[in-house]
């Protein structure tokens, strides 16, 4: 989730996120890490949109903040669309990342997730601003796989994890390397932020959960 900001001087659209992490595995360094792998992702296609006439160049601005001592109420009572809310811990149910909604402000990361690859984060962040998973997932000949592709997606063999595996083979590596995603235009585009309703400049891009989540545990053995 986020709030856009119209800057007509700078022909710029800014789109704000402030990310607080929280849980046992979360840490200042792995806050600012997700936050830098966001905006690097999201900012790297320089993505233009038309609104009432004019090219504004979209930028992303995300702050990534360790507060360990969440308190549940500062999530369940926030009404700032800049503000977004992640518990991170070494296991998840589901073995899993999530978000709590498509275009939402809280979710849970599994630490492994974020340790592979740093598109996981900024995979998450499309769903938070409102993107859905692709519906066709077998892209062979299409080229460098978009953001919001999950993994699991059919691509060309140098976007596999293994590029001698069968195309689908799951067993053996033949399907998408999340390491290979890459924010496009297109992606960017897929928010329709032409479509927002702007107030004094400002528009909001998601909507509020307000979901704090408690640590998962493993089933007992």
């Known amino acids: 989730m986020g709030e856009a900001e119209l800057h007509t001087i700078t022909n710029q659209l ?21 936050a830098n792998d966001i905006g690097k992702h999201w900012n790297e296609p320089q993505a233009q ?14 702050d990534g903040i360790y507060e360990p001592g969440l308190n549940p109420e ?11 809310f992640f518990r991170i811990e070494e296991y998840a149910n589901g073995n899993i990342s999530f978000v709590d909604g498509i275009g939402s402000n809280t979710g849970y990361f599994k630490l492994d997730n974020l340790l592979q690859t740093s598109t996981t984060a900024p995979h998450e962040y499309g769903h938070t601003l ?3 998973h ?10 460098i796989p978009g953001i919001m592709y999950p993994r699991g997606t059919i691509v060309d063999p140098s976007f596999q994890y293994n590029p001698q595996a069968l195309a689908g083979d ?15 235009a ?14 004094n400049g400002k528009a909001v891009v998601g909507d509020f959960t307000s979901l704090y989540h408690e640590k998962h545990t493993p089933p007992a053995k």
Not at 186 to 199: A, E, Q, T
């Open 74 to 84: 500062k999530v369940w009572y926030n009404d700032n669309p800049r503000y977004n």
């Open 134 to 143: 692709p519906n066709k997932l077998d892209i062979r000949g299409k080229g």
């Open 49 to 62: 949109v038309k609104i009432q006439g004019e090219v504004y160049t979209v930028q992303f601005e995300i």
């Open 186 to 199: 297109s992606d960017v585009g897929d928010l329709k932020l032409h479509k927002l309703f702007f107030n």
């Open 14 to 34: 800014i789109i704000h996120s402030v990310i607080f992490f929280y849980g046992e595995a979360a840490s200042k360094d792995l806050s600012w890490q997700i």
């Open 170 to 184: 799951n067993t053996n590596g033949g399907t998408m390397n999340p390491v290979h995603r890459k924010v496009l």
């Open 130 to 132: 409102g993107l859905v």
